[in-house]
């Protein structure tokens, strides 16, 4: 399979959005940030790997521009964008590509061509059902703005859903398959409400999202790579 290379060029949304559209999207999810995204002062403190390399096993590492050189060459690229939805004040918040395929200790370059969004684990820790393999820390990077990338270094085999906590309920979810489709993340996306106290699945428009067809695990491994247009346009729906 061939690597998407980033560019390191900032990379716009597509379409134009209003200023006070954009900015009531923005604050809508401001709470569900606070609880799941670590600080600005961890990021600033990037933590080294036994082998020397900035690269946290569970915070990544953050590139505070696109111009910043990485400690180690991405092999793959993943853009996080904003773009009008058709018939509706609250934009579309997605990963590109949506779904993807790449193999066991592989590094993804999250790049933010639009403000406020993390790269985090539906994991325990942060009070989700596990739907990352086991063994997986907790994986979050802190609040990005746009013209930054996010690096990490997928591991361990099997699944891995992740979402931007403060855009998770407008559909902004993404899953990579490292290697092969197995562990908690293989499973169906639960669309059941939790009892008081539970631990919480994919909600609202990530919920149907991650159970598109289309990020199927397995038609995630035949694709290589799924697109954020490839999925059936009444999963991004609002569900609101």
Known sequence: M??????????????????????????????VAAAGCVSQAEADSPQATDSGE????QFGYVGRSLDATPPVEPDHEVQLLIAPREGAPVPEFYFEPAGLLVEPDDVVQFTLGTPDHTI??????????QRVPDGVPAISSPVLGAGTYWLYRF????????????????????R?????????????????????????????????????????????????????????????????
């Open 176 to 240: 990579a398959v490292v290697g092969e489709a197995s562990g908690p993340g293989a499973d169906p996306v639960s669309m059941e409400d939790p009892a008081h106290g539970e631990l919480r699945p994919p909600f609202q428009t990530s919920a149907t999202v991650l159970a598109d067809p289309a990020l199927d695990p397995d038609a995630i491994v035949d694709a290589g790579s799924v697109s954020w247009s490839d999925l059936d346009p009444e999963s991004k729906r609002l569900q609101m």
């Open 120 to 129: 985090t684990a539906y994991h325990p820790q942060l009070g989700r059902t």
């Open 155 to 174: 591991e361990t085999p099997g699944v891995y859903d992740l979402y931007c906590a403060p855009h998770e309920p407008y559909g902004m979810a993404f």
């Open 2 to 31: 061939s690597s998407q290379r980033p560019n390191n060029k900032r990379f716009d949304s597509n379409g134009s959005l209003s200023r006070r559209s954009l900015l009531a999207a923005l604050g809508v999810g401001a709470a």
């Open 54 to 57: 900035e690269l946290d096993a």
